[in-house]
Nanobody, 123 residues
């Protein structure tokens, strides 16, 4: 069964850090790009960044550049999203998803999706 499971979300103060994990099963992770998306309350889902099969990353949100990084550990079948200097506007449910044909900012080009992990940045 092809599956993605996110973990690592939680409540953090502004300026803090979190590392989200996306554990993959049922497919060979190195062959696929993996994207991270987020959906804030009352807003549409947006692509945040993606790591391709070669390990290169693409950012889709300018505000996270310099603060968020994406990495993958193929041996552990896991992709990570390291989030530093978190801001209240980063509050959202974060999802990882497998790219169908390669990294893209459009969610329609990803399948399957994880169940999401909530991140709340608040003092």
């Amino acid at each position: 069964q092809v599956q993605l499971v996110e973990s690592g979300g939680g409540l953090v103060q502004p300026g803090g850090s979190l590392r989200l994990s996306c554990a993959a099963s049922g497919f060979t992770l190195p062959y696929y790009g993996i994207g991270w998306f987020r959906q804030a309350p009352g807003k549409e889902r947006e692509g945040v960044l993606c790591i391709n099969s070669s390990g290169g990353s693409t950012y889709y949100v300018d505000s996270v550049k310099g603060r968020f990084t994406i990495s993958r550990d193929n041996a552990k079948n896991t992709v990570y999203l390291q989030m530093n200097s978190l801001k209240p506007e980063d509050t959202a449910v974060y999802y990882c998803a497998r790219a169908t044909y390669g990294c893209s900012r459009y969610g329609s080009r990803y399948d399957p999706w994880g169940q999401g992990t909530p991140v709340t940045v608040s003092s």
